[in-house]
């Protein structure tokens, strides 16, 4: 494995974190988001998984914004997809706030998908696994969904199409987005969606949660 100079932020440090997040994490749970911390910035060396250094922000931006999905929406257990996952969030860091998903981690950049599998290994998570894939391609190799998610994807109907289409079928879309997507996303027929969700510590970035229509796209 990859090392990397920079320091662990102390278990204190992540769990009054999270708290923040109304996120209540076991001393293993804090142990995997340091080991994954360790991991992604020495990673980022190499292959572009964030523009942020700081570990402290890496925390919050990355892993309470992404975790902060599992107290809101809320997710206990289901099948959920992450698309475009990059360096893991918000997939991994769900999976390891919320350790009953299973978990798809839906990645067509090889060098992404291949840090992606290393954390999933380092980690021993189960129920676990990343897909080498432009999402479009996939349907039953992870139907039916209870969860579609995305972070960073920005073709917001071209993705929720796909979504909700009959080879897919996920059930709900959880979308980390900009004030200014809400209400484009909001236009966007077969989803019925809630009142968007602040996350704490963010400016103008929110949770938006979409509930598929009974008929799904052909």
């Known amino acids: ?36 911390m360790v991991m992604l910035l020495a990673w980022n060396e190499k292959v572009n998984l964030t523009a942020i250094r700081d570990p402290l922000e890496v925390l919050y931006r990355h892993f309470c914004e992404s975790m902060y999905a599992a107290a809101a929406v809320p997710l206990q257990v289901g099948r959920l997809a992450d698309v475009g996952s990059g360096g893991g969030f918000p997939g991994l860091a ?18 992404k998908a291949t840090f992606l599998a290393e954390v999933v290994r380092e980690l021993n998570l189960t129920d676990t696994r990343v897909l080498v894939s432009r999402y479009e391609e996939l349907g039953e190799e992870i139907t039916p969904l209870d969860f579609v998610c995305s972070r960073a994807l920005g073709e917001f109907d071209k993705f929720l199409n796909w979504a909700r289409s009959e080879r897919v079928a996920a059930g709900r879309a959880v979308l980390w987005v900009g004030g200014r997507d809400v209400d484009e996303i909001k236009k966007f027929t077969g989803w019925n969606w809630g009142e968007p969700i602040s996350i704490p510590h963010s400016l103008q970035r929110f949770l938006l949660i979409g509930s598929r229509q009974d008929e799904p796209q052909q």
Not at 29 to 34: E, H
Not at 94 to 111: G, Y
């Open 94 to 111: 769900l999976k390891i706030a919320r350790p009953e998903l299973q978990v798809f981690l839906i990645e067509s950049n090889v060098k």
């Open 1 to 36: 494995m990859l090392t990397n100079n920079a320091p662990l932020l102390s278990p204190d440090v992540v769990t009054k974190a999270l708290r923040e997040f109304q996120l209540q994490v076991t001393p293993g749970q804090i142990a995997a988001i340091q080991r994954y």
